[in-house]
């Protein structure tokens, strides 16, 4: 018998129903005698993030002629629309001068199994498929479908090595069964990764390993961001550092086998005396191949900036039409063991609003040599309206050695602004 | 257990009442027969909630006026479209009126003065609601995602409170006009009948063109296989006629074939058009409802088309679906299948400069400039096949664009098409100058 909880139901459907469709009065009893075959397989397809679709096949005999087969379903989401009936290998003759021109396949051939419709009767999760055999068969059939509440979703697990130059990424897919039916052993694809063939348990969570990447490098980031950065209580001009793994994933990172899905990352670090400490965590967003995800993990307090602008002049330029003459100041001190690199991200836009007032228009930036203490290397244009500044700072000195603070300037016109 | 509905009634009076018939007084009758239904035809309109019913009994006349009453409680049925007329001998035989009895809702009386004895076919047309159809499409692609078997279905629906047994199913693909709705019109019971003769509303003429047919074409018989979906024009319309014969329950609804093509080539063209499609490519299976897609016999009606692929496992990958359009005989089908996360679209604005500034007013302010934008375009492909690109994007107000390969859509979308080869992360690069203030003077893109 089959296996699941009977929530579906395959049920093909003898004699006593043949006058189904047929117009008398009792036919529409829905009398069933049943013989229920077993799931032979099943398939649960996750490739798709909006809607997963089953597939399981079923061997059922068909007598010759007409065959009705009732499929049911209940405290189960089938999305009734999606169902499908085919027949896995399907039996096939040569076409006769009798068959009509529709039914003869390109290959000239004439399938003897026929779907001549589907009934959907009131009130009920069921359909009735009225099936023509030209002679009987036991017929491997595959019954698919989209079924709500069968979710997945994508989980990471991080294990940084002590010294946080590489780590293991596991990408594990979680499968959630609350669509109110079990599966018994099935297969279970999300189009990347591993093919997994698993028991799905009414109301059960499973996740499993999809994939390991070993060895991947690790880009540790330190961005100091004025504008979106957390404030520190009582100090106006700093904002937190910003501490982030960040991953490529690409072949030469030991990745970019595929993308990478949105999903929580967890990270681990290992303590050095064989255990791991948790680090943090965030959502890793979804990262095509050879594009880098960026795990945000938490404050580097040890490493301090502080922003001011000491200089804002207007230079005319002619009628209302001026430059604004900006100086931004950094001072930086790493308190840290370790020298680091420091990107101070600043967004140009909400620079230009914030001293020559809000406009439409995009600024237009020009970073001037003179008076900037950074080299052209560590000036990086991101966009138009994005600039960062990559400062590598020197680890604070051992002992009693006073952490010698760093001032970087960038001197930079805010041109043909009115 | 459900009960199949049988609410039309169909009452030959006999004799002993005829006097009676100039006055229509049916709570007297009292002496019936009940003239089976020899065949029904429904014609289902999917543009709007309207089935013309066309349905043949034989009654049994006597010379003088027959009374023929006929009732249909508790269904959907227009009464100022229920008309009747002999199949046969209509020279001897001639409708002489319609009542409609204030005291009995959904029902009404002939009176037919017949000239022979005997028994004579009649047919009865009337409108109903609550019968519908629907058409949808079910697509599956190869592995390889160049061919695909693509296979037409039409679903009935019938909640019209009365079931039609064997009958032929006839489905229009067209719009009509109605100028009351046939739902309305039954609900809100007996009106008075336009005069003989006098003219129907336009909407009713036309659906009168587009239910047209032949005796000919009254087939009742038993399908033992797929009923095959026989497509005909008729004026701006298109009728599927179901071959055989089809009983749908009320409250039921059915699902037949109506094509399957095999082998149907087909393109795939991604697109990025974020103010249509969202920031992302879209991926499109394209091909055309033509034979050379083994297509083309009838268009194709407004339906939903859910889209598979075989994975190559053993198995499908569903693609997607969505609600498509009506498509003409040789006319493009575009299939949305959604996002495709190998297939990766970046766009950067690398510089913006201000120039060519005017000044007016006292004192002199700016009123009018140019702005220089820069922009890198790049993209990725991961899969193992070309992939075709096609880009396109809204620039508004009076711009001057220069690029290779740009080409205008509209007067204020440029678009790019390209093929991307497999692993291959294309760039290119263009530029664009925005006259703004005074400068504007168009608004439209020109392409330097």
């Known amino acids: 018998m089959m296996k699941s909880t009977g929530r579906i139901a395959f049920v093909p459907v003898v004699c006593a129903v043949l006058l189904l469709l047929g117009g008398s009065q009792v036919a529409y009893a829905r009398i069933k005698l049943t013989t229920l075959p077993v799931r032979e397989r099943v398939e649960i397809q996750l490739d798709n993030p909006n809607a997963t679709l089953v597939e399981e096949e079923r061997i059922v005999t068909l007598l010759e002629g007409t065959n009705h087969i009732d499929f049911s379903w209940s405290n189960t989401a089938i999305d009734k629309g999606t169902i499908l009936f085919r027949v896995v290998d399907m039996p096939v003759r040569a076409k006769t001068k009798d068959d009509h021109p529709s039914v003869v396949r390109p290959d000239g051939n004439v399938e003897m199994i026929q779907v001549i419709n589907v009934a959907y009767p009131p009130g009920e999760n069921a359909l009735v498929w009225e099936v023509f055999a030209e002679k009987p068969f036991a017929a491997r059939v595959r019954i698919s479908y989209l079924i709500q509440n069968l979710r997945r979703s994508f989980d990471y697990r991080a294990v940084a090595e002590h010294d946080e130059s590489t780590l293991v990424l596991r990408k594990y897919i979680r499968l959630d069964n609350f669509s109110g039916e079990e599966f018994g052993a099935s297969g279970i694809w999300a189009g990347f990764g591993n093919y997994f063939h698993r028991e799905v348990g009414m109301n059960e969570a499973k996740q499993m390993l999809s994939w390991k990447f070993q060895d991947v490098p690790i880009k540790k980031t330190y961005t100091f961001d004025w504008w979106t950065g957390q404030q520190v209580p009582d100090e106006p001009e700093q904002r937190y550092v910003e501490m982030r793994y960040v991953l490529t994933n690409d072949k030469q990172h030991n990745m970019g086998e595929f993308p990478l899905q949105f999903g929580k990352v967890r990270i681990f670090q290992k303590d050095g005396r064989g255990g791991e400490a948790f680090i943090g965590e965030d959502w890793g967003q979804f990262t095509p191949i050879d594009d880098e995800m960026e795990l945000y993990l938490g404050l580097a307090r040890d490493v301090v900036v502080k922003r001011k602008i000491s200089q804002n002049l207007r230079e005319r330029v002619q009628h209302n039409l001026h430059h604004q003459d900006v100086v931004l100041q950094y001072t930086i001190e790493n308190f840290k063991t370790d020298p680091v690199v420091l990107d101070i991200r600043e967004d140009v836009w909400r620079l230009r609003d914030e001293l020559c007032g809000g406009k439409d228009r995009a600024p237009e930036l020009e970073i001037v040599r003179e008076g900037t203490s950074l080299g052209a290397d560590q000036i990086e244009r991101k966009d138009s309206r994005t600039v960062e500044f990559h400062i590598p700072l020197e680890a604070a000195p051992k002992g009693e050695g006073k952490v010698e603070p760093l001032v970087a300037t960038v001197h930079l016109y805010l041109r043909n602004e009115w | ?448």
């Open chain 2, 1 to 448: 257990m459900k009960t199949p509905r049988k609410a039309l009634r169909f009452v030959l009076v006999v004799s002993a009442l005829l006097a009676l018939a100039a006055t229509a007084q049916a709570r007297n009758i009292d002496l019936t027969t009940v003239p089976p239904r020899e065949s029904v035809q429904l014609t289902i309109y999917n543009s709007e909630d309207l089935t013309l019913v066309r349905e043949t009994r034989s009654l049994s006349l006597k010379k003088g006026t027959n009374s023929i009453q006929y009732s249909w409680a508790d269904t959907l049925i227009d009464p100022t479209s229920v008309e009747i007329r002999p199949l046969e001998k209509d020279d001897q035989i001639e409708v002489l009126d319609t009542t409609y009895p204030g005291d009995k809702p959904q029902h009404c009386i002939w009176n037919i003065e017949s000239k022979i004895e005997g028994q004579v076919r009649f047919q009865v047309t009337y409108f109903t609601s609550g019968i519908s159809w629907s058409a949808d499409y079910v697509l599956i692609t190869e592995p390889a995602e160049t061919e695909m078997s693509f296979d037409g279905y039409v679903q009935i629906y019938n909640n019209s409170g009365e079931e039609y047994e064997n009958a032929q199913v006839r489905l229009v693909v067209g719009v009509v006009n109605l100028v009351e709705k046939i739902q309305e019109l039954a609900r809100r019971g007996i009106i008075p009948m336009p005069a003989p003769g006098a003219p129907v509303s336009k909407g009713l003429r036309m659906r009168a063109m587009g239910g047209a047919v032949t005796e000919a074409e009254f087939k009742d018989e038993l399908a033992e296989r797929a009923p095959e979906i026989v497509k005909e024009g008729l004026s701006e319309y298109f009728i599927y006629t179901i071959e055989g014969a089809q009983t749908i329950p009320n409250q039921w609804s059915k699902r037949l074939v109506s094509f399957r093509a095999r082998q149907v080539k087909f393109d795939i063209l991604y697109r990025l058009r974020p103010h249509q499609y969202g920031d992302r490519p879209v991926r499109f299976f394209m091909l055309k409802n033509d034979e050379e897609h083994k297509l083309g016999t009838t268009p194709l009606p407004d339906g939903l088309v859910r889209t598979f692929r075989d994975n190559g496992r053993d198995g499908l990958c569903f693609l997607g679906q969505q609600q498509t359009k009506y498509v003409p005989i040789k006319e493009d089908i575009e299939l949305n299948v959604g996002l495709d996360d190998e297939v990766v679209q970046e766009l950067t604005c690398t510089s913006v400069l201000r120039q060519n500034f005017t000044f007016d007013h006292t004192p002199p302010v700016v009123v009018g400039w140019d702005e220089v934008y820069s922009w890198k375009e790049e993209i990725r492909n991961y899969k193992d096949k070309t992939v075709r690109m096609e880009v396109r994007h809204q620039i508004p107000g009076d711009i001057e664009l220069e690029a290779e390969a740009a080409r205008l859509h509209d007067y204020h979308t440029v678009e790019f098409t390209f093929d991307v080869k497999p692993r291959e992360k294309f760039a290119w690069h263009y530029e664009y100058t925005q006259h703004q203030g005074s400068n504007a003077k168009q608004d439209r893109i020109r392409l330097k």
